[in-house]
Antibody, heavy 118, light 107 residues
Framework: EVQVLESGGGLIQPGGSLRLSCAAS????????IHWVRQAPGRGLEWVSA????????FYADSVKGRFTISRDNSKNTLSLQLNSLRAEDTALYYC???????????WGQGTLVTVSS | DIQMTQSPSTLSASVGDRVTITCRAS??????LAWYQQKPGKAPNLLIY???SLESGVPSRFSGSGSGTEFTLTISSLQPDDFATYYC?????????FGQGTKVEIK
């Protein structure tokens, strides 16, 4: 069974940093692109970032480019998202999610909540 | 970036109704479109990929169609479990983008 589990969220002041982690199991981790998608309270889904299976290709939404960094450790089946220079508008539930082979995102974690507030 | 626009934003319907949600892309995305269902407090669930392919385990009352810039998600006979919010997402090019969502409410 595919499982994805996020951790690392919390309350952080504006301008601060946070590192989110994602642990995956139940599939050949290094074969799949993994995404971060976020959802602000009461709002819709926003794609944030993705990393290729080998970890050599990364993508970011314009809203986080230059502030967030995605990385992965295929030896440990883990993924990270480093969040720097956080803003109030980064407050959201952050989902780690596995891309499906034919497209779309077929496996999601339950999310980790990041709250940026003074 | 490719913008995705869903309509309507909210839809009121009754059990048994046929429901259609539309998603428009600002540029052609071929058939690289997915549909998701999300219930309150839960992660999204993939329903349709490649515009019209039904994800394994998803009831056959859900169907998708379209290509290029215009797409539809149809629920042939709305069931109580289907009251939720639905999102389209393009994966033709990065950054991937979602529509703003369509909430299906009980009439």
């Amino acid at each position: 069974e595919v499982q994805v589990l996020e951790s690392g969220g919390g309350l952080i002041q504006p301008g601060g940093s946070l590192r989110l982690s994602c642990a995956a199991s139940g599939f050949t981790f290094s074969s799949y692109t993994i995404h971060w998608v976020r959802q602000a309270p009461g709002r819709g889904l926003e794609w944030v970032s993705a990393i290729s299976g080998g970890g050599d290709i990364t993508f970011y939404a314009d809203s986080v480019k230059g502030r967030f960094t995605i990385s992965r450790d295929n030896s440990k089946n883990t993924l990270s998202l480093q969040l720097n220079s956080l803003r109030a508008e980064d407050t959201a539930l952050y989902y780690c999610a596995k891309e499906a082979s034919p497209g779309g995102i077929d496996s999601w974690g339950q999310g980790t909540l990041v709250t940026v507030s003074s | 970036d490719i913008q995705m626009t869903q309509s309507p934003s909210t839809l009121s319907a009754s059990v048994g109704d046929r429901v259609t949600i539309t998603c428009r892309a600002s540029h052609s995305i071929s058939s690289w479109l997915a549909w998701y269902q999300q219930k309150p407090g839960k992660a999204p669930n993939l329903l349709i990929y490649k515009a019209s392919s039904l994800e394994s385990g998803v009831p056959s009352r859900f169907s998708g169609s379209g290509s290029g810039t215009e797409f539809t998600l149809t629920i042939s006979s709305l069931q109580p479990d289907d009251f939720a919010t639905y999102y389209c997402q393009q994966y033709n090019s990065y950054p991937y983008t979602f529509g703003q969502g369509t909430k299906v409410e009980i009439k």
